[in-house]
């Protein structure tokens, strides 16, 4: 049987024709329906055999791809992934990446793909802070099983890595958790069940999507514009009851670099609160916006989850994070943790309250990547303006619109053989019309200012010359 007779006789007939769709491919590649390396239907023809449009096949394609499933070619149409390669390169960069930064310098192989911020501090900050900890964990600390519901001492420490909106609150309203993106699916898992509808917006980052396929959940995107969600498709979803929460990064949003306006985020949260859907906030790179508006958590401490996290701000290997919510929910969170790893590593906790005693630190080190991304913001804007059709920046990343002489694979795969790793919008899109033109430039990620000069050197070629091989000039 092939997929195209499959999806002929399986074709939904009503209801979700995207999720039972997507469902019939996956069974057809797990079941050996579709062998890898084997090239999908074009989807105009899948689209006619299945019944549905052709908006809802490009919609199952993409998310096979999202998946790792599914590996679309420029020209050539799209293939099974080979079994080792299944979900590979979903959120973290392919192996071929990662071994070819490995093997290089900073400046031989430029990384502008995972967005990470350089610092000279981080690693001395958390070699001082472990070895702290090793010397004062008491044996209780070090020897003994605990909760997830957290030491009321800690959490009185952890309150430093929150926004000043934030920390006044009491103990009840505080979970410690292994990170953000910890945060984002144990909130996912406790507070929903399968089948479940989140909405989320048109682009985020890839770890949103991962979590909710984890955790089985469908979702629904809401219409953004310039200053974030756009209230009316909002209400509309809600009214429609389709949605039980909104998943949402406010302040630096990654990969749009919009930080959504007070004036809109109450417009948000009056809304959502009339509807009973919960705000889950992602403020992973809130710390670097102390004058933004107040999160959701603190405009609607009753109907909204604030998650932050210290990879961006101290370390990636410091997996330790802090949610904020209601009291009830924050029960929920901690039983979400305990059954996940019974407790958070009592170690990293204490490594990270260690941290959180060094105020002046946690004051300056913003200030320093602060004044970082103005000087790399002013030289993006310099060496890529004119070549692209729009460029917004934030304080970690760029988010690019490219010309339409040049399409976002071609643009990716150019850079790569000039030896520089940028993200293909795609990689960040919800639905199957968004982020298709667009590049994520992460420009802190490089230790040194010079070297992201150089990969902008690099990339500003290839704009240059869309339709010529540019490598051989580096």
Not at 125 to 152: N, V
Request: aromatic share 6%; hydrophobic share 40%; proline share 5%.
């Amino acid at each position: 049987m092939t997929i195209l007779s499959l999806i002929s006789e399986q074709a939904p007939i009503e209801g979700q024709k995207y999720v039972q769709l997507e469902t019939l491919f996956q069974q057809a590649i797990s079941e050996g329906t579709l062998e890898p390396g084997e090239k999908l239907p074009p989807l105009r023809i899948a689209a006619w055999n299945a019944k549905c449009s052709l908006g809802t096949m490009s919609r199952v394609y993409t998310s096979l791809e999202r998946k790792g499933l599914v590996v679309a070619e420029v020209g050539r149409g799209t293939f099974v992934q080979e079994k080792s390669k299944i979900g590979a390169d979903i959120i973290l960069p392919s192996p071929r990446t990662i071994e070819a930064t490995s093997k290089s310098n900073d400046v031989g192989y430029i990384d502008l793909g995972m967005n990470a911020i350089a610092n000279d501090w981080g690693e001395n900050l958390i070699r001082w802070a472990l070895k702290r900890a090793a010397e004062k964990a008491s044996s209780l600390t070090l020897m003994t099983y605990r909760d997830g519901f957290g030491d009321p001492s800690q959490k009185l420490a952890m309150r430093q890595f929150l926004p000043a909106s934030l920390q006044d609150i009491s103990n009840e309203r505080i979970v410690i958790t292994h990170g953000a993106q910890n945060g984002i699916f144990t909130a996912l898992s406790r507070l929903t069940s399968p089948g479940d509808n989140v909405c989320i917006e048109p682009l985020s980052y890839p770890g949103i999507s991962a979590a909710l396929s984890q955790a089985g959940l469908s979702s629904i995107t809401v219409k953004t514009d310039d200053q974030g969600i756009c209230p009316k498709s909002f209400e509309k979803l809600c009214i429609e009851g389709r949605i039980r929460i909104l998943v949402t990064t406010a302040t630096g949003h990654n990969p749009t670099c919009i930080t959504t306006p007070l004036s809109r985020r109450n417009e948000i949260g009056i809304l959502a609160e009339r509807h009973n859907v919960l705000i889950i906030e992602d403020d992973i790179y809130g710390y670097l916006y102390p004058e933004a508006p107040a999160p959701y958590a603190s405009l609607f401490p009753n109907n909204a989850i604030y998650l932050t996290g210290l990879a961006k701000r101290i370390t990636p290997s410091l997996r330790i994070g802090v949610a904020v919510a209601p009291p009830h929910i924050t029960m929920l969170l901690a039983q979400g943790i305990t059954a996940q790893t019974w407790m958070v590593s009592p170690i990293l906790v204490t490594a990270a309250v260690e941290i959180a005693g060094r105020r002046d630190d946690l004051t300056n080190m913003p200030q320093t990547v602060k004044a970082q991304a103005d000087q790399r913001s002013e030289l993006t804007k310099t060496m890529l303006r004119g070549k692209v059709k729009s460029l917004d920046i934030c304080r970690s990343h760029a988010w690019i619109e490219l010309p339409e002489t040049i399409s976002a694979e071609n643009f990716v795969k150019r850079a790569e053989i000039c030896g520089v790793h940028v993200m293909a919008g795609h990689r960040f899109a919800n639905n199957s019309h968004s982020g298709h033109q667009n590049i994520r430039l992460s420009i802190m990620a490089p230790k040194q200012t010079s070297t992201l000069e150089t990969a902008l050197h690099k990339l500003k070629a290839i704009l240059s010359t869309p339709n010529e091989d540019v490598y051989e000039m580096f």
